[in-house]
């Protein structure tokens, strides 16, 4: 039986097809692109953070030439708007779209709660901005890692600083009444009343409350302080308005690690000078990553990075060293989650690592609000080692509690 030209040609072609087949799947992969999806916050109260997310992973990545452990990367951006639901549709659109390899993000606890099953059944990495507390507690997802902090991780720490540094008694507490501030004032609140202080007024203000009036106008003035929980440009508008009901001389305010950031710190005056925040992370800090990082997004942008910008930053260089360890094959998932999470790496922040839950372990910082140079910057005051997300408890006896939440722990000091 003899065979024809087009038969000829149709079994080679076959045949190759047959041979490119028997390649490891990896294998044949690690030529494509790596492509890396954002989820962050455009639009919105959160904005101001969502946005220098993005700008700051841009810069990593146009740093690096788009190569990540040799390999080419592509970056696409979901934007979330800071609404749960909205998240989700995104990240789904992320993978079955753009077919993302890797997310960071979402910059919301809200966010991140909601895309949390969507993570687990696509077992997609996750590097997380978000602080959702028992995304890396009681139910770790085993597709996320945490380089930033839980929203409690700082606020332990601020609260520590508070009852025993500055002496400080009574307080009163505000936050977004979002997942972020709940969790953030419930970690304050905890560490201030275990160390003998007490928390005599708690607030929670929507996201997108127009005006403050009907909170400063209840606030108590025969306190210590105040703790402002706020994300966005929240931070601001309240403390603008706290001045103008002549509060800053009867109350002094102390801030979250993103109350006072310098997404909106390059916004405000002099009434925001001495107001001291709790933060991983701080613009000002001296280690030679930082200076060039924070000397470049300056060049660029022309005001400092905080948070959000060193966040995406962070991020950057823990897939960056995960991917080296690797050998660039992101494809083999379970490998590289491994990688993520004996990550050891130096920062813009300092050293990072990660427990066994996949959240960070790294400093903290008291922050104090001076101005430098004609512009509003957080000066290192104090640090906090290798902080924990358990804080000084025993990761076995504090996951025995509840979630840190609006009603946990109970407030049993409040005064009418």
């Not at 103008?244 to 001389?249: A, I, K, P, T, V």
């Not at 942008?301 to 050998?327: H, M, Q, R």
């Not at 960070?360 to 430098?372: A, L, M, S």
């Not at 910057?377 to 509840?402: I, M």
Request: net charge positive.
């Amino acid at each position: 039986m003899s065979i024809g030209r087009r038969q000829f040609i149709r079994a080679g072609g076959a045949a190759g097809g047959a041979a490119l087949l028997a390649m490891p799947a990896i294998t044949r992969a690690q030529s494509s692109t790596i492509r890396i999806g954002l989820m962050t916050v455009k639009t919105g109260p959160l904005a101001s953070g969502g946005i220098d997310m993005e700008r700051a992973l841009v810069m990593y990545l146009k740093e690096r030439n788009y190569m990540l452990a040799g390999r080419k990367v592509e970056l696409f951006v979901g934007d979330s708007a800071g609404v749960p639901a909205t998240a989700r549709t995104k990240l789904q659109e992320l993978v079955e779209k753009n077919k993302i390899h890797v997310m960071i993000g979402p910059l919301d606890a809200g966010s991140a709660l909601a895309v949390d099953d969507y993570i687990r059944a696509q077992s997609l990495p996750t590097l997380s901005v978000a602080a959702a507390e028992d995304m890396t507690q009681r139910k770790p997802n085993p597709w996320f890692v945490r380089g930033t902090s839980t929203s409690s991780q700082c606020s332990h720490a601020m609260a520590d600083y508070c009852t025993k540094t500055l002496k400080w008694k009574r307080m009163a507490l505000i936050a977004d009444d979002i997942a972020y501030g709940h969790e953030m004032l419930a970690g304050f609140q905890r560490v201030f009343e275990e160390n003998g202080g007490r928390i005599v007024q708690k607030f929670f203000s929507p996201l997108a409350v127009p005006d403050y009036g009907t909170y400063l106008a209840q606030l108590k003035t025969n306190i210590d302080g105040i703790f402002l929980g706020f994300a966005g440009s929240n931070g601001f508008r309240y403390l603008r308005q706290f001045n103008e009901y002549g509060l800053s001389s009867k109350v002094a305010v102390v801030g979250g690690m993103t109350a006072l950031d310098e997404s909106v710190l390059r916004n405000m005056g002099d009434e925001a000078l001495g107001i001291l925040t709790a933060c991983w992370y701080s613009a000002e800090l001296a280690n030679p990553l930082n200076k060039a990082f924070a000397a470049n997004f300056r060049s660029e942008f022309k005001y400092d990075p905080g948070f959000y910008a060193a966040a995406t930053y962070v991020e950057g260089a823990v897939l960056e060293t995960a991917l080296k360890s690797v050998d660039g094959r992101i494809e083999d998932k379970v490998a590289f989650m491994k990688a993520l999470r004996a990550t050891k790496a130096f920062t813009v922040r300092g050293p990072v690592a990660f427990d066994d839950h996949g959240n960070v372990v790294g400093d903290v910082f008291i922050r104090k609000v001076e101005r430098k140079e004609g512009r509003l910057v957080n000066t290192v005051q104090y640090t906090y080692p290798s902080v924990s997300q358990f804080w000084t408890y025993p990761p076995a006896e504090f996951l025995k509690n509840p979630v840190y939440s609006r009603d946990y722990p109970p407030a049993r000091n409040l005064e009418p």
